[in-house]
């Protein structure tokens, strides 16, 4: 199968020194579902920053679809984002707004047709299970219901590659076995789902290809 | 094109809102920006009233001769056939001392003063039409004129238009500095409005980048606000300019009629009016350009080492 996401010998250096990725070379196929998997600072984050372009590799490539990140103009980065759907380790949900206006956002973004954007929002929250709490305001939602609420704005707008950073942290194994059955599902309809968990018990579970981060490092 | 008209659409009703959010601290700055606004456009308004006056002097330029009150008959006619001689200027009228007087008696109200003074003080008068020639030309007619026999005194009226002119040049420099210095001063404000409102919306414009916002997108809300704040202020300065004007030309119009005339203060022109807005407006733009540009690169900085 055609490969989604391709690094090669990527490595990147923050200022100061620190090296939080080594050499790293691997490939995504379309249509995968794959966890990276690591403790804290084994570099998985940043990892998923350089697939988003949020961040740039100091040394290696890395194509995106079709699109090297490395030679990307900024101005065309937001482009490469909108086939991507991020699940943020922080979730960055906006408070002011409720549910559906949350959702809603990526589309906006992107000048969706406004009637369409609704049932999109809609099919969205009926995917993840929040659609009886539309109008909630997000405070009111439970922790599980704040992830499935960070996945249906990260796929309402349909995108190809699904990254989710973390997504069952500070979850319990109810909630996280949820959140997976949800990204499943996402992948069988041939959306390439990245997953960066340090969660021993999902990653036990899984039949999906695991890649283990030690210190910046790919070891397994 | 309608993906530019939503995106756009979208961005002036978040400006409005963000706008109708804070009503108070919203028209606060909407005064202070038409109080900045109000003093140079009143002062371009009185200079361009001025100037009207002066442009009406200096577009009919006269010259009176006022002739010695025991001039005769004779002495009318023979300044009269010389000024009919005269190619260089466009005509001229006579004012005897009788019509002068009478005219006086009915425009002032001061027929008892004339009547009790026992004669006419008034001298036989020639207004001469100029036309449009030099100064220089109206000079050597003056110096002419002045060595005719019985004439007693020679007037250029364009005089005193000409010296007000030269005052409303230095005038209109004196509201092109302030238009400056107060149009920085709102840029700095808007600059500042902005800069809040982006610290308080950083969480939603680090989020929209991060799922794809281009830059145009999440500084248009910011610069239709700016543009917006600038624009109602100018509207603002304009209403609290019309006031003003209406009450000033109730108290004008008492002055006049004393002095037997009509005089009334004109607002800006609908031309000058649009120039006003668009130009405040474009203050305002520029403001939030500046604000969300510096900023905006803040946001970026802080999601790369989050």
């Known amino acids: 199968m055609a490969a989604m996401i391709s690094l090669n010998n990527v490595s990147k250096f923050y200022p100061g020194g620190y090296e939080a990725l080594k050499s790293i070379t691997l490939s995504i196929s379309q249509g995968e579902l794959i966890f990276f998997s690591g403790h804290s600072g084994a570099g998985k984050s940043t990892l998923l920053k350089l697939m988003t372009a949020i961040e740039r590799p100091t040394s290696g490539s890395i194509v995106v679809g079709q699109q090297n990140i490395d030679s990307l103009r900024r101005s065309a980065i937001p482009y490469l984002r909108r086939n991507i759907g991020m699940i943020f380790q922080e979730q960055k949900i ?35 299970g929040l659609l009886n709490k539309e109008k909630a ?48 599902s996402f992948n069988q309809v041939g959306v390439t789902v990245l997953i960066s968990t340090h969660d021993r018990i999902l990653l036990d579970m899984t039949q999906h290809r695991v890649l283990e981060l030690r210190h910046g490092k790919l070891v397994a | ?30 005064i202070v920006f038409s109080i900045v606004l109000s003093l140079p456009t009143g002062i371009f308004i009185l200079l361009e009233n001025l100037r009207e006056i002066s442009g009406q002097a200096t577009d009919t330029q006269q010259m009176t001769i006022m002739l010695d009150t025991a001039a005769s008959q004779a002495d009318v006619e023979l300044i009269n056939a010389r000024l009919e001689k005269m190619p260089t200027i466009e005509g001229f009228q006579f004012i005897s001392k009788e019509i002068a007087l009478q005219e006086l008696q009915q425009e002032s109200g001061m027929a008892e003063v004339m009547h009790n003074l026992g004669q006419n003080p008034l001298p036989d008068v020639f207004v001469i039409n100029l036309g449009h020639i030099s100064a220089n030309e109206i000079e050597k007619i003056q110096a002419m004129v002045q060595i005719w026999p019985r004439v007693a005194h020679v007037l250029v009226d364009t005089d005193w238009a000409r010296k007000l002119d030269a005052m409303l040049d230095v005038g209109r420099l004196v509201v092109i500095m302030l238009a400056s210095l107060f149009g920085v001063a709102l840029v700095i404000v ?117």
């Not at chain 2, 309608?2 to 009703?13: F, I, K, R, T, V």
């Not at chain 2, 999440?218 to 003003?244: D, E, H, M, S, V």
């Open chain 1, 137 to 184: 305001d997000p405070v009111t939602l439970s922790g599980g219901e704040k992830q499935r609420l960070c996945i249906a704005r990260a796929v309402v707008h349909r995108p190809t590659i699904l990254i989710a950073d973390e997504p069952t942290a500070n979850l319990d194994s109810g909630y996280a076995r949820d959140i997976m059955a949800v990204f499943e």
């Open chain 1, 94 to 128: 906006l408070y002011d707004r409720n549910v559906f206006a949350n959702v809603m956002l990526p589309l906006q973004v992107t000048a969706f047709d406004t009637r369409a954007s609704a049932s999109r929002v809609r099919a969205a929250l009926d995917k993840v």
């Open chain 2, 1 to 30: 094109m309608s993906s530019w008209l939503s995106q756009h659409g979208y961005a002036l009703l978040r400006a409005l809102r963000q706008l109708a959010a804070a009503p108070v601290t919203s028209l606060l700055s909407i």
């Open chain 2, 190 to 306: 808007i600059f500042n409005t902005i800069r809040l409102q982006i610290l308080t919306r950083h969480d939603e414009i680090e989020l929209s980048k991060l799922i794809g916002a281009t830059d145009s997108y999440i500084r248009r809300p910011f610069l239709y606000f700016g543009a917006l704040q600038g624009a109602a202020g100018a509207a603002l300065a304009w209403l609290l300019l019309y006031f003003a004007i209406l009450k000033l030309n109730e108290a004008l119009s008492e002055l006049a009629r004393l002095y037997a005339t009509t005089f009334t203060l004109n607002h800006l022109s609908w031309r000058d009016s649009l120039i006003l807005l668009l130009f405040s407006g474009a203050l305002g733009w520029i403001g939030a350009r500046w604000s969300v540009a510096r900023h905006l690169s803040q946001i970026d900085h802080d999601s790369t080492i989050s």
